[in-house]
């Protein structure tokens, strides 16, 4: 988002051995610890933070083990997602090309080590679907552990690793995934359903899905490099059986799970374009803000409660943010 303030100090974790010392640092300066990787879904606020931030910096990506089905892929930390769903998909086994499982998270910004945080998902797959297991460093027993996915708690853009006692307490050093090589199947979300229809597609390979998604994110969400945004600002919202037949009554769209898109709920509360306090919201997709010309945390407040507001006037269904955010106000 471009906004927010300094932070006190900043380390750069290059070999895991490094991160014994960096919270020894910490430690020794009574500060805080906050772990990052690209940034990208981390709202910085005014006061800056007053801790010590590590940057993941940790590369690495290998073939555990494979049988005539799956494939176990561990990649460190540091690297980019997207890198990671690349080399899943050129993989060659003598026979194909590519395990499917995590190729619908093309072109998902940030680090592997963030996937497993957020649980991130997209077009009908999540992290949580693959994940084998973890490696971590344990601030508060001071060694290394490798930690099963059962273990971690994962939900709806959830895990122990930003909910609860584990915030904090763990940094990831490495993520393993075990992919297979059966492929995706139809039916699939709407804009990934309506580009295959387009072009007649009708094999479903990881590296057509990843060119297909690829070519969607890039139609809809605004590249950061290019434009301040954290991409998808805030989250689907999820109802029970009542909320959700009430909902369907009113011809408010409900997916499979109770789950009801907030873009969709953005735009048809008429805020597609919009600007608020120099944030605007995104005309080609509702769920992202894209910061034209706001110059602190508290403009992005103020937009981000007229976003929410709008909403719960329009259909009673309150929005949550989706970026965690870092320092003080």
């Not at 769209?253 to 008429?270: R, T, Y």
């Not at 110059?295 to 309150?318: C, H, N, P, W």
């Amino acid at each position: 988002m471009r906004l927010g303030g300094a932070a006190r100090f900043v380390i750069e974790i290059e070999e895991d051995k490094d991160l014994a010392e960096a919270y020894h640092f910490a430690d020794e300066k009574k500060l805080p610890v906050y772990v990052i990787g690209g940034g990208s879904n981390i709202i910085g606020r005014d006061g800056g933070y007053n801790g010590v931030i590590l940057v993941n910096k940790l590369h690495g990506i290998y073939v555990i083990d494979s049988d005539e089905d799956t494939i176990r892929l561990c990649a460190k930390s540091g690297e980019l997602l997207d890198d990671f769903v690349d080399y899943s998909v050129k993989l060659f086994d003598g026979e194909q090309f590519g395990f499917s499982g995590i190729e619908a998270l093309s072109k998902i910004p940030g680090t592997v080590g963030a996937a497993p945080v957020q649980n991130v998902g997209a077009y009908g797959q999540d992290i949580a679907q693959t994940l084998h297991h973890v490696c971590v460093y344990d601030y508060k027993d001071n060694c290394f552990k490798k930690m099963m996915a059962s273990e971690l708690n994962l939900g709806y853009r959830r895990s122990i690793f930003n909910t609860g006692d584990g915030v904090g307490r763990y940094f990831i050093t490495s993520v393993t995934v075990e992919l297979h090589k059966h492929w995706m199947k139809p039916p699939f979300y709407n804009s990934l359903q309506a580009y295959f229809d387009e072009r007649n597609i009708t094999e479903f390979s990881p590296a057509v899905v990843r060119e297909a998604v690829s070519a969607i994110r890039a139609s809809k969400l605004p590249d950061p490099k290019e434009y301040a945004s954290s991409g998808s600002f805030f989250k689907n919202v999820y109802l029970n059986e009542e909320e959700a037949e009430a909902a369907r009554a009113k011809d408010i769209p409900v997916w499979d799970g109770g789950k009801v898109p907030c873009g969709w709920l953005i735009e048809h509360a008429g805020l597609k374009g919009k600007e608020f306090y120099g944030m605007r919201v995104s005309d080609k997709a509702a769920l992202v803000l894209i910061n034209e010309s706001a110059k602190s945390y508290a403009d992005l407040a103020k937009a981000r409660q007229a976003v929410i507001d709008a909403v719960y006037e329009k259909f009673g269904m309150t929005l949550e943010q989706e970026p965690m955010e870092l320092g003080d106000e």
